[in-house]
């Protein structure tokens, strides 16, 4: 009886032991609805994206984010908000730009905003991480297209190949 009790009890207890990060990861996939793996895969961004953030110097801005947006989310339809955290995200942004700015991620951000209209991070996830698989990636895609903003079909055959390595 007793082992039927600790059973039932032990997805509880592991559940209160998530990190604000991944605890934001199962608010947005319960607001989504998504799968299983979609919501590791968020979980494990998250983790990917706070090493990045220690190397960078960006662990106060990283905590402060999640722990806001763990506070504030609220689900309106299947749309996750974080009302009130804009500040802690941006902060969070620009400090991960600024670590970014001397690896390949940031140079291939950085000349993909000159192509024109950037598109913004979606707030409503969290920011994407730039680890040693996104930053052999980005340089795959940088040293294989000779425009970034108009790639041939054959540059971008390139870029895949060289990021098949990178996985």
Known sequence: MH????????????????????????QIGYCRTYTTDQEHTCEA???TL??????????????AYFACADDRYDCQ????????CEGARAALDDCLANGRAMNACGE????LAACGA????????PPSPCGSTEICCSRCY???VTDVCFPQPIQLSGAGQCAQQCL
Do not use: M, W
């Not at 082992?3 to 199962?26: E, F």
């Not at 339809?77 to 009130?84: E, L, Q, S």
């Not at 291939?108 to 000349?111: V, Y």
């Open 3 to 26: 082992a039927r009790i600790y059973l039932l009890l032990v997805p509880l207890i592991s559940a209160g032991c998530s990190t604000h990060a991944q605890s934001v990861c199962q």
């Open 142 to 144: 940088l040293d294989n």
């Open 50 to 63: 706070a090493a990045e953030a220690a190397s960078s110097g960006c662990s106060p801005q990283y905590d």
């Open 108 to 111: 291939l951000a950085n000349a």
């Open 118 to 125: 950037p598109t913004p991070p979606d707030p409503l996830l």
């Open 45 to 47: 961004d998250v983790k």
């Open 77 to 84: 339809g299947n749309i996750p908000t974080f009302n009130g």
